[in-house]
């Protein structure tokens, strides 16, 4: 798909009321991440021509959110124990729904990316993760991108609860392991890029691409 056009079948199908919660670059995000990733050897070499895909299904990632009941997505407060727990449910949700969330993915090469993006995003290598508690190389490395990307984005990304946080506490959260553990080789193959994701975060959504 061209870029930006999934994005645009999200807009179209998030539901009246809801808000997306990763701008238009993510998935650009995503692409630059998995190209170096590759450029480096750390994504696996035949996964080259199907990073498009991949990146197209990255911005699928929460999906899962737009069937949650509304008073979770967009509750500005801090969630309680339970509202977590209800919460966690959206990755498993969103690899069971998403072709029905967007019938355009029905028949297209996508759909297993997007289903085990929805499902594994949140799974962290120290197996404290969810919704499977899975570890280490039990978790693909290009969902493990995604998830760092996610998290990245995440924070430096006003919220209805917080601000955006600046660069480098975002850096500092990250490998803090606040927001979950990640492979610190990962992590730190991504550093130089961070710079470039800064002006990317910043670009307007009509920008040329």
Same mark, same amino acid.
């Given at each position: 798909?061209?870029?930006?056009?999934?994005?645009?079948?999200?807009?179209?199908?998030?539901?009246?009321?809801?808000?997306?919660?990763?701008?238009?670059?993510?998935?650009?995000? !995503?692409?630059?991440?998995?190209?170096? #990733?590759?450029?480096?050897?750390?994504?696996?070499?035949?996964?080259?021509?199907?990073?498009?895909?991949?990146?197209? #299904?990255?911005?699928?990632?929460?999906?899962?959110?737009?069937?949650?009941?509304?008073?979770?997505?967009?509750?500005?407060?801090?969630?309680?124990?339970?509202?977590?727990?209800?919460?966690?449910?959206?990755?498993?949700?969103?690899?069971?729904? !998403?072709?029905?969330?967007?019938? @355009?993915?029905?028949? @297209?090469?996508?759909?297993?990316?997007?289903?085990?993006?929805?499902?594994?995003?949140?799974?962290?290598?120290?197996?404290?993760?969810?919704?499977?508690?899975?570890?280490?190389?039990?978790?693909?490395?290009? !969902?493990?991108?995604?998830?760092?990307?996610?998290?990245?984005?995440?924070?430096?990304?006003?919220?209805?609860?917080?601000?955006?946080?600046?660069?480098?506490?975002? !850096?500092?959260?990250?490998?803090?392991?606040?927001?979950? #553990?990640?492979?610190?080789?990962?992590?730190?193959?991504? #550093?130089?890029?961070?710079?470039?994701?800064?002006?990317?975060?910043?670009?307007?959504?009509?920008?040329?691409?």
């Amino acid at each position: 798909m061209e870029k930006s056009h999934m994005h645009n079948i999200l807009v179209k199908r998030c539901p009246k009321g809801r808000k997306l919660t990763h701008g238009i670059h993510f998935r650009d995000f !995503v692409q630059i991440m998995l190209c170096h #990733a590759w450029s480096i050897g750390i994504l696996e070499p035949d996964l080259w021509s199907d990073i498009p895909d991949i990146a197209d #299904a990255a911005v699928l990632h929460d999906i899962g959110k737009t069937v949650m009941p509304p008073r979770l997505v967009n509750k500005e407060d801090k969630l309680t124990d339970s509202e977590i727990e209800e919460m966690q449910e959206h990755t498993v949700l969103g690899a069971l729904c !998403v072709e029905l969330i967007i019938p @355009e993915l029905r028949g @297209e090469d996508i759909t297993g990316y997007a289903q085990t993006i929805c499902f594994c995003h949140h799974e962290r290598i120290n197996g404290r993760g969810y919704p499977m508690g899975l570890c280490g190389g039990e978790i693909p490395t290009y !969902v493990q991108i995604v998830s760092l990307a996610d998290v990245y984005d995440a924070l430096r990304s006003d919220r209805s609860y917080r601000k955006a946080i600046d660069l480098e506490e975002a !850096v500092k959260m990250i490998e803090e392991e606040e927001c979950g #553990a990640f492979d610190p080789d990962l992590f730190d193959a991504f #550093a130089p890029l961070l710079e470039e994701f800064r002006m990317l975060s910043m670009k307007p959504v009509d920008a040329p691409q």
